[in-house]
C-alpha cells in the first residue's frame, strides 16, 4: 500500500461519459465505455473516494455504472436523461498512434449538458473540470466550496471559439492542464517554456503541459519539472491517456492531502503511470485492474530510468 | 572546474566540414562556419583534445581553421584540396524549428571524402564516426586502434540506401546515435523501446536515441535511461545541435576515461548541454564560449528539473 498522509481525500470531477468505437494497429472496440471524465474517475478513484458528474442517455449500459459504483465512485452527480442517447465517439489511430483521427463525434444528450453539483460533493478537496466547455467549467466553480486544488483541462475548440470565458477559467483555476499544441496556441509561443510561462500569468498556480510519449511538463513561480513518461513496448490505444493521467495525478493529490510543488511532481510521475497502464489496452481493460503495488513498481522504475549521478 | 578522472582524453572525430547559409524566424547567416565534425569538434575540445578527420575546398577561411587550432584541436587529418570547392547546405527552420528544410546541398569535395587516418590518431580513446557513408565509417573502424569507444551516426539516406554496409557499421561500433525518425525506420517499429532494443540486437553495446526538444534515451543490456532536453525560451538556430550532443557526449567519455552505463548517462546529460547552447545562437556563436562552468550549472539545473521524491 502506498502510505497516505491525511486518509483517503475526496475527488470531484466533472466531464464526459461516454460509448467510445475505436480501432488502431492492434484492434478495435465498439461502443466501448469511455468519456474524460470516466477514464479520470477509473484512475483516480484507485486513491480516492470520487464523486463524479456527467451524463448519460437511458441506453447507457447499467454493467458500466456497476463498474464504478464497485470502485467507490459516487454517482449521485450522474444525471440519467430518459429517451436520450449516451454521448458517443468514433476515432481511428494510425501507425504512430501519437493522434487519434475522429470519425464521428455524436454529443447527443453531452450537448445539452449542465453539470449540477449535488450539495453533498461541494466540500471535494480536488476539482477536476475535464475538457468541457469553458463556460460549464466556471458554473462548477461557483458551486464548489473552497478545494484544496481546481484543477482544468480544454481544447483547441474552447481555445479557438470561447477564449474569454477560458481565460476566466484560467484566472480561476489552481492547476491549467494542457498538451504541448494547445499551449502554444493559447499563448502564441512556439518555446514550450515561453508557453509555459505565459499560461501561468494567466492566473493559475501551477501549468501543467501533456506531451504524450514524451512525458509532461510541471511549470510554477520559479520551479519547472519534467516528468517522464513510462517506455512501454506496445502501446494498443491511447484513447483516454490524457484523462487517466489527470485522474492519477487529481487522486494522489486527495490522497495525501499535499499540494505543494515537490509533491505535485510525485503526482504528475502517478498521473503518467496511470497513462501508461491505460495505453496498454482498449477502452479501461487494464486501467482497472491497475494495483497500489503496480503503482509503486512503475514508480521505482521510472525514478530508476530519469536517474543520473552528480559530476566528479 | 570539472573532475577528470584520467585527465585529457583524446577523441577522434570524422565528418563533414562546411559552409552553412541558415535561415529560421529569428535571422539568419550566410557561408558560416559549420558541418557534423567542426559542431562535435568543438563541443568535444572543452573536455579532450580532438583529432578531426575531414576535407575542405581551397576557399575555406583559414580564419574557421585558426579557430579550431586555437581550442586545441589537431588538424594534422584535415585535408585541403587546390581548386577545390568546401561542401555547402543551405537550409530554412520555419516557426516550430523542430526540422531543417534543406534548400541546397553542394557537397564539393566532400563527394570525394576518402578518410585518412594519420598514423598518430590511431591510439585514440574515443572515435566519432559522424554521419557519413557507412562504407567510409567501416574504413576508419578499420584504420583505428582498439579504442574505448566507438560511436556512429547515421541518417535516413543510409538507411534507405546502404542498409547492408550500415548493418555491417552497427555490428561493429560501440554505440550507435541515431534520431527517433532514424531508429523507427531502421528497425520497422514504431515504439521507441521495441525499436532501440532491436537497434541492440544489431551489435551496439549502446543504443542513443535523440529526440530533439525531447531529449535523448540511452539502451543497453537490462537498461533504460530517458535524459532531459534543457529547456531554452529562445532557440534560435537548431543546426548542429544534435553533432553537439555527440561532441559533448564523447569529450565527457574521453575526459573521464569511463565508459560503464552510469557514466554514459551523465555523457547524455552533456551532449544535451551542449545542444542547448549550440541553438541559442546560429553557427557556432555561442557554443564556442561555454565554460565548464556552464556545464556545471545546467547540469545542476538539470538535475533539480528531472529529481522526484520517493513515494510515502
Redesign the interface.
Known sequence: M??SINGMGKVLIVGSIALDSVSTPFGQVEEALGGAAVYAACAASLLAEVRLVGVVGDDFPQGHLDFLAQRGVDLRGVQRIEGGKTFRWRGRYE???AQAKTLATDLNVFADFRPEIPPEYRDSEIVFLANIDPELQLSVLKQVEKPLLSICDTMNFWIEGKRDELLKVLSRVDLALMNDAEVRELTGH?????AG?AALELGPRYVVIK?G???A?LLSEGH?????SY?????RDPTGAGDSFAGGLAGFLAYTGDVQE?NL??A??IGAIMASYCCEQFSLDRLRDVTHEDL?RR?GEL?D????????
Open positions: 502506498l502510505h501507425y504512430d498512434m512556439a518555446s514550450l517554456l515561453k510561462r506531451k510519449e514524451h512525458g511538463v519547472y519539472f519534467a516528468a517522464p517506455p512501454l513496448p506496445t502501446l515537490a511532481r510525485r504528475l510521475v509503486l514508480y525514478r530510468i530519469t536517474a543520473f549521478g552528480e559530476l566528479g
